[in-house]
């Protein structure tokens, strides 16, 4: 009996997400669409005959370290979606944006915590993606170190390093090469212009600096997403 | 940021060597890709290419600089050697989208084509069947161009096939060569493409790369050949006028290639309208064994249109014009040392 196929992936997503006043907009949006994030993905990929295996997604919401401290950062384990999302709902609806301070904000940590999260490595056609969103500059790595409790964790001392860790095509460092992509939604000014430039498989749309993301850039990130699975 | 903001490939976000961009296109695969136009007026379609990024100096030891900088290398000369065939004058007759620059800025690749005023081959779905007959038939003349050279297209699907409305009727337009190769001789790592449209022994032989390790097999990459592109022929044909992907029976996996390669079968819907003889070449088209699928020319020959052997013409020597930045031409026996390279490398230029 014939039928149709389709092409799935596993697909492993982390938010590195600005979570400071000016960004108030953009979570927002995140949260009226966290419930529908698996169905928005798959209907996106199934225009190209694409699906969905497997969805893990993780959270890493960042502020500023010099500002905040300890809680500066946050970061969720992988759900499982749809399977646990009543579980990523309840997270995702406590992101609050505030704090921050004047900018640099503490992304930069937040995408080396992102880059060692415990990726699948398994299952067939994988796709690793990090996702930044941010309307700041970052610190320069090696200002700060982690809060307490992410100190198990390494945190590169700048960029060289933290560009090792992303791994390229000879040395694949923390990142698998042929599933790796890493999408940043970011102001044109440091480290975004630079990074998009000396990381592989990294892609940077430009937002304006201090006007916050909007319920259009979500749609945006899908699309993103999408396009790189 | 707005919807449709302008996608940034560089530090300013306008102008990359001659090119200023003016409209974003698309993210996301291995380039990231804007319109953008020349400094002679015209509209291009650029792309910046995600991997692999030059090697600076500063940063890398010299183990790793140099095979960063051997990766870079072999990259350069595939795109030089197929923008060199693809330079040659039209053998039959066909509707190649030609890139015309090939470049590196700083730390980065990227690939200029013209832009073409076009919609998508998916439009072909429920149009009179003389028209798609003709859309398919310039299709199958662009591949052929391709593979006179000995070019496997190698990322076939219908976003790669445009239509032109003309005349006569809807005309394709075969686009992006970025993943090309030179028959049976794939890049290494070569991890681009479609899964969806692979043929059998492309996929088993990308496996090694994104599969799951108990799959990972090698394969000759001297059997990935200008057959290769014949699967995919088949696939995108089908599904671009029939308006849906051929269905499959029997075997194992979730696409066509991992299905066929595991024993089943493409079951390709006859196309209303066209000649028996080509919906029986297009079915033997899916099959498992590249020695078993018809050619480019058997394909046409279906259609009517006469086979023609191949007339060979001058390469030119340098034949690949590069605007701005780093040149990547021809090197012709030249191999570039590394201080060479580095000197061309100039950061902050």
Redesign the interface.
């Known amino acids: 009996m014939s039928q149709q196929t389709k092409t799935t992936y596993a697909v492993d997503i982390v938010f590195c997400i600005d979570c400071t006043g000016s960004m108030q907009p953009y979570l927002e949006s995140v949260k009226r669409s966290a419930t529908e994030f698996h169905r928005l993905l798959e209907e996106k990929m199934a225009v190209k005959n694409k699906g969905i295996r497997q969805l893990r997604v993780r959270i890493i919401a960042f502020r500023d370290i010099g500002e905040e401290g300890e809680e500066s950062i946050v970061a969720t384990n992988f759900f499982s979606l749809p399977e646990e999302g009543t579980s990523f709902n309840t997270f995702v609806s406590k992101l609050t944006a505030g704090g921050g301070g004047d900018e640099p904000e503490s992304a930069l940590e937040a995408l080396a915590l992102a880059i060692q999260s415990p990726w699948e490595r398994t299952m067939d056609k994988r796709r690793h993606i990090v996702v930044v969103c941010t309307d700041a500059s970052a610190h320069p790595l090696g200002k700060f170190r982690l809060p307490a409790r992410l100190s198990n964790l390494d945190l590169p001392s700048n960029m060289d390093d933290l560009n090792a860790m992303w791994g390229d095509e000879v040395d694949e460092g923390l990142m698998e090469f042929a599933a790796k992509r890493l999408l940043v939604f970011g102001p044109d000014k440091y480290p975004w212009s630079d990074l998009s430039e000396l990381f592989e498989n990294c892609i940077w749309v430009k937002s304006e600096a201090g006007q916050g993301m909007t319920d259009a850039d979500q749609d945006l990130v899908l699309d993103q997403i999408a396009g790189s699975v | ?3 449709g ?9 306008r102008v990359i060597a001659n090119f200023v961009i003016t409209e974003a296109i ?5 380039s ?1 890709a804007v319109k953008a136009r020349s400094s002679d007026d015209r509209d291009v379609f650029m792309k910046r290419f ?4 030059y090697p ?1 100096e500063s ?1 890398d030891d010299d183990r ?1 600089f140099a ?2 900088l051997e ?1 870079c290398l072999r990259f350069e000369e595939r795109h030089r050697e197929i923008m060199d065939r693809l330079a040659k004058p039209i053998v039959y007759g066909g509707n190649l989208v030609k890139p015309i620059h090939f470049f590196r800025e ?3 690749y990227y690939k200029v084509y013209p832009f073409v005023d076009s919609e998508s081959s998916r439009a072909m779905v429920g149009e009179d069947p003389q028209d798609q007959e003709l859309f398919a038939k310039t299709f199958l003349a662009s591949l052929r161009e391709l593979h006179a050279r000995d070019i496997v297209h190698a990322d076939l699907k219908p976003d790669n096939v445009l239509v032109q409305r003309r005349p006569a009727g809807p005309v394709a337009k075969l686009i992006d060569f970025d993943e090309a190769f030179l028959s049976g001789q794939p890049p290494q ?1 070569l ?1 681009g493409g ?3 449209y692979y043929s059998p022994e492309m996929a088993t032989y990308l ?1 090694q ?5 108990s ?1 990972a097999t090698s394969v000759d990459p001297g059997q990935l050949t200008t057959s290769s592109d014949m699967f995919a022929v088949g696939l995108v044909l089908h599904e671009v006028i029939a308006g ?2 051929a ?3 029997g075997g194992a996996g ?3 290639a991992e ?1 066929v390669a595991h024993g089943g079968t493409v ?1 390709m819907k006859p196309l209303a309208g066209f000649p028996r003889e080509f919906n029986n070449a297009l079915q033997q088209v899916v099959v498992l064994d590249p020695a078993d699928r018809p050619t480019v020319d058997e394909l046409l020959g279906t259609l009517g249109v006469r086979a023609e052997p191949a007339r060979r013409t001058p390469t030119p020597r340098e034949s690949v014009s590069i605007i701005g930045s780093v040149e990547i031409k021809s090197s012709m026996g030249t191999r570039r040392n590394r201080n060479a390279a580095r000197t061309r490398t100039e950061p902050g230029r």
Not at chain 2, 5 to 13: K, M, S, T
């Open positions: 940021m707005n919807k903001a302008v996608i940034n490939v560089n530090r300013d976000g698309s993210g996301g695969g291995k990231q995600l991997s692999p990024i600076r940063t790793r095979k960063r990766g700083k730390f980065n790592r991890v479609d899964p969806v496996a790369y994104t599969g799951a390790e799959r849906h992907p269905e499959v029976s979730e696409s066509h299905i079951e």
